[in-house]
DNA sequence: ACTATATATTGCAATATTACGATGTTAATT
DNA sequence: AATTAACATCGTAATATTGCAATATATAGT
């Protein structure tokens, strides 16, 4: 098996569970830290900085992209990646309903 | 190689992704929305509910506790999980602090 | 045209995750 | 004591993820 069964949930507990996937990767939370920092971003400072192969942060770039959290532009022979803040407002919106729901008064 | 190199990342940033990738899942993002919609909770409505096998739903539990998501109690025979309401807003919390330390004016 | 630079894609090995049947474990019930 | 109920754990198969070398692609500079 090994095949997550999204058929049994909504696609709203899909796509936040998908959201949380893509953010749970340190190397992921790393770029978002970083290119966040430097409000525009060089995916080879990216390598340098975060100490994986250049393939693998190619990669990890590719799924924050999947989730539209980074745009990229292409700028000459370089990619500017850059965090998309309407993506990201919207996201921390959905998980803040999501956090704000819970009400636990047993125990 | 398939192994995520922890090593290379800060433990607030692997703690961080440690979190999200719990919650990566739709069937803990559902457990963590019936549990806190009924204030109470039963492993076997669980599995009533979200449609997944016994053994699956407990290795699902067996997760969220490991954050201290959820915490459980032996009610007799049952097992009574509930959200670990201190641990939420903690994790919330550091959620939105990731959040809001993005500024993007760059593209 | 040639070369260097920056990034993406492919292919693959190592490891992790998901799911579930089977089997333990523990406690209430008979 | 035997049975049932409610989980937890183990073992295992199927699939996904991570990471990187090798290779492809695309652009800038010579």
Redesign the pocket.
């Known amino acids: 098996?090994?095949?997550?069964?999204t058929q049994i949930f909504t696609d709203k507990q899909n796509d936040l569970a998908q959201f949380f996937?893509v953010l749970?990767?340190p190397?992921r939370v790393a770029i978002l830290q970083y290119v966040s920092k430097q409000n525009a971003c060089?995916?080879?400072?990216l390598?340098d900085e975060i100490g994986?192969?250049?393939?693998?942060?190619?990669?990890?770039?590719?799924?924050l992209k999947s989730i539209n959290l980074l745009k990229?532009e292409?700028e000459?022979?370089?990619?500017?990646?850059c965090i998309n803040v309407e993506r990201w407002s919207e996201i921390q919106e959905q998980l803040n309903t999501f956090f704000n729901n819970a009400k636990s008064n047993c125990c």
Chains 1, 2 share one sequence.
């Not at 098996?1 to 069964?5: A, L, Q, R, S």
């Not at 994986?52 to 799924?63: D, G, N, Y």
């Not at 000459?76 to 990646?81: D, H, P, S, V």
């Open positions: 098996m090994g095949v997550t069964k996937k749970g990767h190397a060089i995916c080879s400072d390598v994986l192969a250049q393939a693998t942060i190619s990669q990890h770039l590719k799924e990229g292409v000459g022979k370089r990619m500017c990646y």
